[in-house]
């Protein structure tokens, strides 16, 4: 949520700076800041009436005390009208505030003033690139050839299971994804200073508002409905990542500065409803409607944000450096960002089969956007409350590592060679070829 002071004082940047993003929000401003200012009027109003509230009162004890029981009664009347007023104006600031905040919540995050400006992802730059695209001496086979000649996913069984969308993974497939999400998980914890939780795989709707989810995505996220009681639909959702859970574990928590930073890093599935349109990457593993993934959150002093986005981000690509798995770093333009993000950087993966890069992390920096939202602040040594830098990355995304690693380390005899910090996870050094 962004800071109405701020908007108060920088209106025109507000403006400019969500325009940037392509949204339309900047329409919103003019009405938020009348709103504001609704509100304060009325605040001013009631605070003064209640001085003359007060007022009265003691007017009426002391008219009492000289037996002016006449007057009294005509003070006590003007004290309950006085009353009567406070609360029709106590509702309509109830209301003026409740429309204020709806506002709020519904306007992304302000692009940091680093961002290059830029209508879609075709302007997004990039960073730098690590490792070389790998060369065969033969066609290399898509992911899903490889996954149906080594019978490591059954797409038609995954789909009959819970429909379009949905993969079940089989003999060594299950075993490489688990082995995956164990690597990331130990790499993470024990040379880059993540502290590994095991959240919820549900949340309530205020970590998916606190996280910027919601309202926002409201169409794209699975409801849970317990049984029968259809009144309890809503009152839990399914985790599009970990993202909503891990980084609310401090919510409308006052820490102290001396807790700070707190690396968290954890394993969840991802449902998100919104795979993709029909036939638009749909086929095989690379747009699903669920996938695993380990997440990172970093909770950071105010300015410590941006460096410590940069060691995020080092994290994330310590992974493909390891699986020997060429890649590129995006930085995403105001047009592209993620809605509560204010500065992201895309780590994309070369997959051969594919013949493109395959998004398989995302960093961000959310500055206060979050923590604001959701209420989460610390103490600083000076004594003042101060809301904390929120990040999040992918640390990295399945399936489309998995999609990534396969394809790169395919075989001419169809085998996959597995990468050497992976082999221990999984037991041998190739995953052999179709007898």
């Given amino acids: 949520m962004l800071d109405i002071r701020w908007i108060r004082e920088n209106k025109e940047l507000t ?52 037996k002016k029981k006449e007057e009294a009664e005509e003070k006590k009347a003007a004290t309950k009208a006085i009353g009567d007023q406070i609360t029709t104006l106590d509702q309509q600031v109830q209301e003026t505030m409740k429309e204020q905040e709806s506002i709020l919540l519904s306007l992304p995050n302000l692009p940091h003033e680093s961002i290059p400006d830029g209508a879609s992802e075709e302007d997004n730059p990039e960073i730098r690139q690590w490792g070389h695209k790998p060369e065969y001496g033969f066609d290399p086979q898509s ?21 379009s969308g949905f993969l079940l993974y089989t003999g060594w497939g299950a075993r490489l994804e ?17 502290t590994e939780v095991s959240p919820p795989f549900v949340v309530s709707p205020d970590c998916m508002t606190g996280v910027g989810q919601f309202p926002k995505f409201y169409d794209q996220a699975y409801a849970v409905q317990e049984g029968e009681d259809g009144e309890t639909l809503g009152k839990l959702y399914l985790v599009p990542t970990a993202e909503a859970p891990v980084a609310n574990i401090h919510r409308e928590e006052l820490l102290k500065e ?7 890093c954890a394993y969840s599935p991802c449902f998100r409803a919104e795979a993709g349109a029909a036939g638009v990457g749909t086929r095989g593993m690379i747009r699903v409607h669920q996938f695993d993934k380990v997440e990172m959150i970093k ?40 809605f509560a993000s204010a500065k992201t950087f895309d780590i994309e993966v070369w997959a051969p089969g594919q013949g493109s890069y395959l998004e398989v992390s995302s960093c961000s920096n959310c500055e206060d956007y979050q923590s604001r939202r959701m209420n989460l602040r610390y103490k600083t040594r000076e004594g003042k409350n101060v809301f904390p830098h929120l990040l999040n990355g992918s640390g990295t995304a ?38």
């Fill in 178 to 194: 688990r082995a995956l999400i164990q690597f990331l998980l130990d790499l993470h914890t024990r040379e880059h200073g993540y």
């Fill in 15 to 66: 403006e400019k700076r969500l325009a940037s993003r392509r949204g339309g929000d900047e329409s919103k401003v003019e009405r938020l800041l009348e709103l504001d200012a609704q509100r304060r009027g009325l605040l001013t109003e009631v605070e003064q009436l209640k001085a003359e509230r007060k007022s009265a009162s003691k007017q009426i004890g002391a008219l009492i005390g000289q």
């Fill in 258 to 264: 001396e807790q700070l930073p707190i690396f968290y």
């Fill in 143 to 163: 992911h899903v050839d490889l996954c149906d000649q080594l019978s490591l996913i059954d797409f038609a069984r995954g789909a009959k299971l819970a429909g």
């Fill in 299 to 338: 909770i950071v002093p105010a300015d410590q944000g941006y460096v410590e986005l940069d060691a995020m981000v080092g994290n994330a690509e310590k992974v493909l450096q390891l699986l020997d798995l060429h890649y590129r770093v995006i930085l995403l333009c105001t047009g592209d960002m993620g």
């Fill in 398 to 435: 399945l399936a489309r590592l998995f999609v990534a690693l396969i394809e790169t380390h395919q075989q001419e005899d169809g085998s996959i060679r597995i990468p050497e910090p992976l082999q221990p996870y999984l037991g041998v050094e190739v995953i052999p070829a179709a007898s």
